[in-house]
């Protein structure tokens, strides 16, 4: 009789995830942001993706306060997870508290450097600018500790004609594998030798490549 209920009470699960996601992708947002709240009410030992979508949802239609305390809850049960992390900064993103938003981010990129393009973008435009707000008020005071930076674009040409187009692939996925490795160690200073020496050897990186340098480079105060 407890093995059938036990049954019962999964399929229930499943078919309230399968209703989650139907609705969330019809853009029927209160009704799936429903479904995710009720599987959670049924069992709160809800897979990450469970919390991560319904605190998304929930930002998104301004239930901050409900989309708090879910988070608060999916911390304690999911502390390693990027999706999770992610969904917090993207509460705070909702509220233009782009400082928390930023530390959200960060911390998910720390678990996971492979997040979507638009994560990094917010980070790019957040970190740009305020290393621009820094870096003035730095030559404010001391704008002779400044000097002006030579372009070195012939020394990468120099460099990217040495190796033939097979080797330059390999080489740029050898130097992505390493910086990735070394984020993820928290070596920090080695992943940041990673991701620019990628980009020195060619700019045209995607944005998550620049976005984790960017990232790591503010981390260690290396705003210039």
Not at 5 to 16: C, H, P
Request: no cysteine.
């Amino acid at each position: 009789m407890a093995e059938l209920k036990q049954e019962s009470i999964a399929e229930k699960i499943d078919y309230l995830h399968t209703q989650a996601v139907a609705k969330h992708k019809e853009g029927k947002l209160e009704e799936a942001i429903a479904f995710y709240l009720e599987v959670i009410e049924l069992d709160e030992n809800q897979p990450a993706w469970v919390y991560g979508n319904g605190i998304t949802l929930l930002a998104e239609v301004g239930r901050f306060d409900e989309a708090l305390e879910l988070g608060e809850k999916a911390e304690k049960l999911h502390p390693d997870s990027d999706e999770v992390y992610r969904a917090m900064g993207i509460i705070y993103q909702k509220q233009n508290n782009l400082h928390q938003a930023l530390n959200y981010f960060q911390k998910a990129i720390e678990l996971n450097p492979l997040q979507p393009e638009w994560l990094y973008s917010q980070i790019l435009e957040y970190t740009t600018s305020e290393a621009i707000k820094i870096q003035d008020e730095l030559v404010n005071v001391e704008p002779e500790s400044y000097p002006l930076k030579l372009d070195s674009n012939h020394q990468k040409t120099a460099k990217k004609a040495e190796l033939k187009p097979e080797s330059i692939a390999e080489k740029i996925s050898d130097l992505r594998s390493q910086a990735v490795a070394k984020h993820k160690e928290g070596k920090v200073e080695e992943a940041i030798a990673f991701y620019l020496e990628v980009i020195e050897l060619d700019e045209n990186q995607p944005a998550w490549v620049y976005g984790n340098g960017i990232t790591l480079l503010a981390e260690v105060g290396r705003f210039d």
